[in-house]
């Protein structure tokens, strides 16, 4: 009897793995896939076309970084994410925003390792297609999937849906992350490994999932004079996916701006100094925040400017901004700017309305029909709208705050942060280790790089600049809101980013629309210092009104 049962046992062991073979069949290994170099020479061409000087490319792809080195530290994770897996995934993942995203994954329908293997998957889908290829990662992290694995051993039930708990974010490469290069897009800095910045130690105490580093104007776009955005000799040339090598993909946060616009990531963070996350983010559609100096952390962190310099988080949308703003949040003492402030941004939005708010306009810019519509559509909502006729003060000096702090800056950062692998010490250094190879390292030129060592300003000078320009640029904003008991001025993109500055004062973008020829453009929030929470409160309201962000064409598969 003892034998027949142990029979019967091996009977239906058999049958169970049979049955279990027949309902899960083998996934196949999949191929490789790899990126091929090209003649570009066609594509340059179009480029001197247009009617933009500055998009006139004298390359598109790095030509001392081999393109396939992005993914190779994550390719054999790939090995079995198929392309049927990949489809079944997007309608789950694509445009989502953080809420919805945890709530599949404590649902059951979606994993972090699912999450984190479409995000690969699709960068290397996109950024091997020399017809479609962005640009906009420099580096993906080897180790970013197995992280994902262990927190998918995690009690679902624990998580938070406003959390970055698990969410694969991109970081601008001028950023200290441990166990990946650090570059600022600058062959000089090819081998810099680093540790942690304080704001990335933020993120993984939170259990975000580093995905990689973006692509970003080289130096944050403070070398050459003229020269196309988004380009970096490391990175290559970043392209914005509305507009492939036809619009402008803002600098210098570029990749970061580029890579949430065409969902390579849930998020992004970029840096700024003047218009560096405000101009990518309108320029690709997405919503960038730009704090007051002093609420995040610049601590590891490859600077221009310790007077302006900020990180800032880009997101598809306002909720996915303040729930990586608090994430971002924490006093630094390694920050002579750092000050504490509450992570309660989140919290915020639940009762953020635009009804009975007073908002700024500025006159000049109702000429711009797409801004005409936004404001109307405040109106609509509720917003009380005040015309304003602002005088365009200079602002003197400036350049000399960003040549003088950079001098200054970069060697205490590279004192710091790196080790022996980099060899520059300092601007003179870099200059030097560039002219070497002119034709590669600086295919543009390095003029701001020239005239930081050319200027004269000294250190009281500098003090005496600042101040002025600080009470220049505040007074712009200040005579109007005080005045007229404003909430915020609007701009567009970019265009007062200089003011907001030197003032140190917070601006938020938000899409607002797209050009007849389908450039977007967004509504920029602009405020007094310390006032991130109306500004993502009123990005919110406008955001729920408008609702016009959507998905570059040409990327939705």
């Known amino acids: 009897m003892k034998k027949i049962g142990l029979l019967l046992i091996v009977f239906f ?8 073979k027949e309902t899960k069949p083998v996934v196949e290994k999949q191929p490789p896939v790899t990126w091929q170099s090209y003649d570009e020479t066609a594509d340059l061409a179009k480029t001197l076309e247009l009617e933009q000087e500055r998009m006139h490319l004298k390359l598109v792809n790095s030509k001392v970084y081999d393109k396939n080195n992005i993914w190779k530290g994550v390719e054999q994770e790939l090995d079995y994410f198929t392309p049927e897996k990949y489809n079944a995934l997007k309608d789950v993942i694509l445009e989502k ?17 699912d999450l984190t293997l479409f995000y690969i998957y699709r960068i290397r889908k996109y950024e091997s297609d020399n017809n479609l290829s962005l640009n906009g990662v420099i580096l993906l992290n080897s180790q970013v999937v197995a992280q994902a694995r262990t927190l998918d051993q995690v009690d679902k039930s624990t998580i938070d849906i406003h959390s970055v708990h698990g969410m694969p974010i991109l970081l601008k490469d001028n950023i200290n992350t441990e166990g990946m290069i650090t570059t600022a897009g600058a062959v000089a800095l090819q081998n810099n490994t680093t540790g942690d910045a304080f704001i990335t130690k933020r993120l993984l105490d939170q259990k975000a999932l580093i995905l990689g580093k973006a692509n ?55 840096t700024e100094t003047s218009g560096s996350i405000l101009s990518p983010s309108s320029q690709n559609s997405v919503v960038g925040l730009k704090p007051t100096i002093g609420v995040l ?15 800032g988080p880009m997101t598809k949308n306002v909720i996915d901004n303040a729930i990586l703003f608090d994430a971002l949040l924490g006093k630094d003492d390694q920050d002579e700017a750092s000050v504490a402030v509450e992570a ?72 710091q942060n790196t080790g022996d692998q980099v060899t520059i010490k300092n601007i003179e250094d870099a200059i030097a280790f560039n002219r070497e190879d002119s034709i590669i390292r600086i295919p543009y030129g390095q003029q701001l790089f020239e005239g930081i060592m050319q200027d004269p ?22 005579v109007h809101i005080d005045k007229h008991q404003l909430d915020a001025v609007l701009s567009i993109n970019n265009y007062h980013a200089g003011y907001a500055a030197v003032a140190k004062y917070p601006a ?40 016009e962000r959507k998905m570059p064409s040409n990327y939705v598969e």
Not at 463 to 469: C, F, G, R, T, V
């Open 457 to 478: 300003t000294t250190a009281e000078e500098l003090e005496e600049i600042k101040a002025n320009l600080k009470k220049t640029a505040r007074a712009y904003f200040d």
């Open 508 to 547: 938020l973008t938000v899409p607002m629309g797209y050009s007849e020829k389908g450039e977007p453009k967004g509504l920029t929030f602009i405020a007094k210092e310390f006032s991130e929470g109306p500004l993502l409160q009123f990005g919110y309201g406008y955001e729920q009104v408008s609702k």
């Open 216 to 270: 970003l104007s080289e130096w944050a776009y403070f070398m050459c004079s003229g020269c196309p955005v988004g380009y970096s000799a490391v990175g290559g040339q970043t392209m914005n996916p509305y507009g492939r090598m036809v619009f402008e993909s803002g600098g210098s946060s570029s990749g970061s701006g580029v890579t949430v616009a065409a969902n390579y990531c849930v998020a992004a963070v970029g």
């Open 97 to 113: 925003d953080i809420p919805t995203l945890q709530q599949s994954i404590i649902d059951g329908t979606l994993t972090y390792e």
């Open 297 to 311: 952390s610049r601590s590891g962190i490859v600077p221009i400017s310790s007077t302006l310099d900020t990180p």
């Open 13 to 20: 062991s058999f049958l169970a793995c049979k049955q279990q």
């Open 344 to 415: 309660t941004f989140v919290d915020q939005l639940k009762n953020a309305t635009i009804k009975g708010k007073r908002f700024g306009v500025i006159k000049g810019l109702l000429e711009d029909s797409i801004y005409n519509i936004a404001v109307e559509k405040l109106k609509k909502a509720g917003s009380e709208i005040v015309v304003l006729e602002p005088e365009q003060t200079p602002l003197p000096g400036f350049l000399s705050i960003l040549n003088i702090d950079m001098k200054n800056d970069l060697p205490k950062y590279i004192s």
